[in-house]
């Protein structure tokens, strides 16, 4: 174990599966105790099966199988409430907290905005960017009360620098959460706290590894699968992959945490294989 967190608490939301439990087991891997939240279950609108606490609880036996803590809860990003008494909970039990993960969000079916309905709208809104908020903020009194600065990492998209047709709901929350970052950046600097984004291009998560994605993509093929889904995400980059691995956005979450960047804030992190360059 090599200890670039070692000793630190991480708070993580979308912790049951895809980029949540990968940030998890990484930043585990490298000495950090965790506090786990995930909503296990799924949303109408999403195409992504739903997350069970079966897969949070295999969350926790892998970082438990790296010998750290972690203390988990059922959460809806959504409510404020109960994000606080998860947080305090789990400060309570590890004794402290050093970093904030908000990385949960959802997809959904698209369509063009002045076609899109109401609650398809609030729905992502609330949980992509209102999430964030909430989460950021039930994280950071802790934080400051700690008085040893902090990092914070807001999951965003390269959706949240570039716009694609038919997802802006998506856009217009992974754009916000930019606002959010950098607002928090400077509200939060003078206490050594440090807050930035990552933007992911497509990762090889239940996100985008489903049945309706692939159709969505395909729907020239009767039974379309990865296979099938690849050459289309491949083009929307200039490296040759069609997508990167969970692991490659924990890495960089990792760099963001650890004392490495503890001057790195307000910042953009793209992992995206040459995507914006498009």
């Known amino acids: 174990m090599a200890g670039r967190v070692e000793g630190k608490v991480a708070f993580i939301t979308g912790a049951a599966r895809g980029q949540g439990r990968s940030h998890a087991v990484r930043l ?13 279950h799924g949303f109408d ?134 606002g959010l970052m950098r607002t928090f950046a400077v509200e939060l600097g003078q206490h050594s706290i440090r807050v930035n984004t990552v933007h992911p291009t497509h990762v090889c998560s239940p996100l985008l590894m489903n049945e309706p994605t692939y159709r969505l993509f395909r729907p020239d093929l009767e039974n379309p699968g990865p296979d099938d889904l690849a050459p289309i995400c491949q083009s929307f980059h200039f490296m040759p992959i069609p997508w990167v691995e969970p692991v490659d956005i924990s890495n960089a979450v990792l760099f963001l945490a650890s004392d490495e960047a503890r001057y790195i804030t307000g910042v953009t992190l793209p992992v995206d294989a040459g995507s914006l360059l498009k």
């Open 45 to 178: 609108g999403s195409p992504a099966p739903a997350a069970t606490p079966e897969d949070l609880a295999e969350t926790a036996d892998m970082v438990k199988n790296l010998d750290r803590r972690i203390v988990t809860e059922i959460v809806d990003v959504r409510d404020f409430d109960a994000l606080k008494a998860a947080v305090d909970s789990g400060v309570e039990r590890l004794g402290r907290l050093d970093v904030i993960v908000a990385n949960a969000g959802i997809g959904s079916k698209g369509v063009k905005l002045h076609k899109m309905s109401e609650p398809t709208w609030e729905e992502t809104i609330d949980v992509n960017l209102g999430g964030v908020w909430k989460t950021v903020k039930a994280g950071v009194p802790h934080l400051l009360a700690g008085g040893r600065g902090g990092s914070v990492i807001i999951t965003s998209s390269v959706g949240g620098i570039k716009a694609y047709p038919q997802v802006g709901h998506y856009v217009t929350a992974k754009h916000g959460v930019v």
């Open 28 to 40: 585990a891997q490298e000495g950090a105790d965790i506090i786990a939240v995930d909503v296990c």
